[in-house]
C-alpha cells in the first residue's frame, strides 16, 4: 500500500530495488513468457496422463491434423520425463561403477545386456506390472511407456559418464587429492564438471534415440492386448497401419518441429554453458553460442528470483560433506584377495542361480533344438552389427571430428543429426518393402540397413562430443609443429577421440542389437518380409504371445552380447582408460 500513497519513506524500497538493476527488463518479459508457455504445457499434458484407463477407449486415437499439437506435447512430456529418469539413473548407477570396483563386475555387464535387449522384451513383462500398480488409471501405461523410453535413454548416458569417471585427467586428479576434498566435493567440484559437455551430447542422443522407439512405446500390443496412448508414436503407428503416407509424412514434420524447439529451447543453451567445463589452458577460439542462454544472462530480476537457488548450489559445490563411514576393515593382502575372491563367487553363484530359473521356466515348453535354433540366429544377427558398425565408422568418425572442431557448423548441423537420429525405422518400411519386392532383393542383406539406421549416430554424438572436448592448446601445439594428414590423425585426433568412440560403439553396438527387433521384421499393410536373425525371432515371440521364447531370445542376446563385448570392447576401454588419458 506504501507505493499508491505517495510516502517517500515508503518508496525507498522500491528506489533500492531499482538501483539495485533488478528493475524487469525486455529479456525479463521474454523469459518470463517462455517459462510460463511450458509451465502451462507441462501442466495440461500432465493433466491428461492422469485420467481413467477408460477414456482412451471413448477417445482413440485418430489421424485429425488437429490432434497433432496435443500429440506432440504429451510424447515430449514421456520422452522428459524418462531423460529425467535416465540422469538419476546415471548419476547413481553409472559413479558407483566407476567407484567400486565390485559393483563394476555386477553393474558393466548389466548394462551390457540392458541396452541390447530389445523394447519389446522389457514391454513383455512390464506392462502388466505398470498397469497393476494403478488399475484403472491411465497412468500406468503411461509410466510403462515411459519406462520403455527410459530403456532407449539410460544406457547409453550411463555408459558415457562411466567413461568420464574413469578418464579424468591425472593433474587435476592429483590437485583434488592434494587439496583433500571429500568424495561429495571431489563429484561436483572435478569430476561432474569433466563429464557434462561429453553427458550433454549423450543426452541428445539418448533424446533421439527414444523417438526412434516412440512407436513401439506408444502402441503398446502384447499378444492380445492393444493399447495405444496419444502421441506422435501412436499416430505413426495408425499411420502406417492404414498406409496413409500423407499422415505419415505430418507426423514426421511435427516431429520434426518439436525436435528443432527443444533443441534451441534446452539443448543449445545447456551446450553454451557446458563449454567452461571443457578440460583446457588456454581460452576457447570459438564458442557455441544460444540465443536463449544469451537471453536468460540478460535478465536482470529473473537471475534475482533464482538466486537463492543458485546460492544453494553454490553451498553444496563447496561442501566438504562426507557420508557416514564404517572405519575399515583392515586385512592383509591375501585377505583382500580372498575377499575379492568371494565376491566374485558369489556375483558367479547368482549369474547361475539366474541361469537355472531362466532355464527351468524355458524347458518347460522349449528343447534344445530350440536354443540351437536361436543361437543360430544369434550369430546371424551378430555378423550384421559387426559389419554395420565397421562401416558406420568409417563413415562418421572424420564427419563428426570436422563438425567438432567447428563450432559454428555443430550449432547448425546439431538440429539436423538430431532429427535423422531420432528418424522412425517404421517409416521407411514401405519403401523398404516395396524395393525388396520389386527387385527381389534378399531380405537378410537389404534389411540390414534399418538396424543402423537409429545407432549409427552414437558414434557420430560421441565422437563430436570427443572433437569439441579436444584441448585448445593441443590443437595449437599441433599446428605450430605443422603436424598434418594421417600423422595428425594418428597422432592427435584418433588418440583425443578414442575414448569417447569407444563408449558410442558400445552403445550402437547394443543399440542394433536393440534395433534389430523392428529391422528384421518388417510389416507393410498386408506385406510381411523378414531377415533370419534374433530380431525377427523375438519379435514373432512377441506378437504370438510365446513368453518361453521371448525369454530364450533375450537370454540369448545377454549371452553373445556379454561376450561379445568381454572380447572386443572391453579391452579397448581398458586401453584408452590406461593410454589416452588427459594428462
Known amino acids: 500500500m506504501v507505493f499508491l500513497n505517495g510516502d517517500r519513506q515508503g518508496a525507498r524500497p522500491l528506489a533500492r530495488f531499482l538501483a539495485a538493476d533488478v528493475a524487469p527488463s525486455w529479456a525479463d518479459v521474454a523469459a518470463f513468457v517462455l517459462l510460463a508457455a511450458v509451465a502451462v504445457l507441462v501442466v495440461r499434458g500432465a493433466g491428461e496422463m492422469s485420467e481413467p484407463l477408460s477414456q482412451l477407449r471413448a477417445t482413440p486415437v485418430s489421424l485429425n491434423p488437429w490432434r497433432l499439437p496435443e500429440y506432440a506435447l504429451l510424447t515430449t512430456l514421456r520422452m522428459f520425463a524418462g531423460l529425467g529418469a535416465s540422469l538419476i539413473f546415471t548419476f547413481t548407477i553409472a559413479t558407483l561403477a566407476a567407484k567400486s570396483r565390485k559393483a563394476e563386475l555386477v553393474i558393466v555387464p548389466a548394462l551390457d545386456i540392458l541396452q541390447s535387449v530389445p523394447v519389446l522384451g522389457f514391454l513383455t513383462f512390464t506392462l502388466t506390472f505398470f498397469m497393476g500398480l494403478f488399475p484403472g488409471r491411465q497412468l500406468g501405461v503411461e509410466l510403462a511407456a515411459i519406462f520403455l523410453i527410459f530403456t532407449a535413454q539410460a544406457w547409453n548416458m550411463a555408459f558415457s559418464f562411466y567413461q568420464s569417471l574413469r578418464t579424468v585427467p591425472g593433474d587435476l586428479d592429483e590437485v583434488s587429492r592434494q587439496f583433500a576434498f571429500s568424495p561429495w566435493r571431489r563429484f561436483v567440484r572435478l569430476e561432474l564438471p569433466f563429464a557434462t559437455p561429453s553427458l550433454v551430447w549423450n543426452m541428445m542422443m539418448s533424446m533421439s534415440g527414444a523417438w526412434f522407439f516412440v512407436v513401439a512405446s506408444e502402441a503398446i500390443t502384447v499378444g492380445k492386448t492393444t493399447i495405444a496412448l496419444p502421441g506422435i508414436g501412436s499416430w505413426l503407428a495408425l499411420a502406417i497401419d492404414r498406409k496413409d503416407m500423407t499422415a505419415v509424412g505430418e507426423g514426421v514434420a511435427t516431429m520434426a518441429v518439436v525436435i528443432v524447439l527443444y533443441d534451441q529451447l534446452m539443448f543449445r543453451p545447456i551446450i553454451a554453458w557446458a563449454d567452461k567445463f571443457r578440460f583446457e589452458q588456454t581460452a576457447s577460439q570459438e564458442q557455441p553460442k544460444s540465443w536463449v542462454y544469451d537471453l536468460i544472462r540478460r535478465t536482470r530480476l529473473l537471475r534475482q528470483l533464482f538466486a537463492p537457488i543458485s546460492w544453494i548450489a553454490s553451498l553444496l559445490s563447496v561442501t566438504q560433506w562426507r557420508p ?225 521364447r521371448v525369454a530364450l531370445g533375450v537370454a540369448v542376446m545377454s549371452v553373445v552380447v556379454i561376450a561379445f563385448n568381454r572380447i572386443l570392447w572391453r579391452p579397448l576401454y581398458g586401453y584408452a582408460e590406461r593410454r589416452l588419458r588427459l594428462d
Not at 429 to 441: E, H, M, R, S, T
Open 324 to 548: 557416514p563411514t564404517v572405519p575399515p576393515l583392515r586385512l592383509s593382502k591375501g585377505g583382500e584377495q580372498i575377499v575379492s575372491w568371494a565376491w566374485i563367487a558369489l556375483v558367479a553363484l547368482a549369474t547361475l542361480g539366474a541361469f537355472v530359473v531362466i532355464w527351468t521356466y524355458i524347458s518347460r515348453s522349449l528343447t534344445f533344438s530350440d536354443v540351437l535354433a536361436a543361437s543360430g540366429y544369434a550369430m546371424a544377427t551378430l555378423l550384421r552389427v559387426i559389419v554395420l558398425i565397421a562401416l558406420a565408422s568409417l563413415i562418421w568418425v572424420p564427419i563428426g571430428v570436422w563438425i567438432g572442431l567447428h563450432p559454428a557448423w555443430a550449432e547448425r548441423l546439431q538440429p539436423i543429426a538430431q532429427f535423422l537420429a531420432a528418424f522412425p525405422a517404421n517409416v521407411l518400411f514401405p519403401f523398404a518393402v516395396a524395393i525388396i519386392v520389386g527387385l527381389k532383393l534378399n531380405p537378410n542383406i537389404w534389411l540390414s540397413p534399418l538396424m543402423v539406421l537409429g545407432t549409427q549416430w552414437y558414434i557420430l554424438f560421441n565422437v563430436i562430443a570427443g572433437a569439441s572436448a579436444m584441448p585448445g592448446d593441443l590443437k595449437e601445439a599441433a599446428g605450430i609443429f605443422g603436424i598434418k594428414g594421417w600423422q595428425w590423425w594418428r597422432q592427435v585426433a584418433l588418440p583425443a577421440i578414442f575414448p569417447y568412440y569407444v563408449t558410442g560403439a558400445i552403445t550402437a553396438s547394443g543399440g542394433s542389437w536393440n534395433a534389430s527387433i523392428v529391422a528384421e521384421a518388417v510389416t507393410w499393410g498386408d506385406k510381411h518380409i523378414e531377415a533370419a536373425g534374433l530380431g525377427a525371432y523375438i519379435a514373432r515371440a512377441t506378437a504370438a504371445g510365446d513368453y518361453p
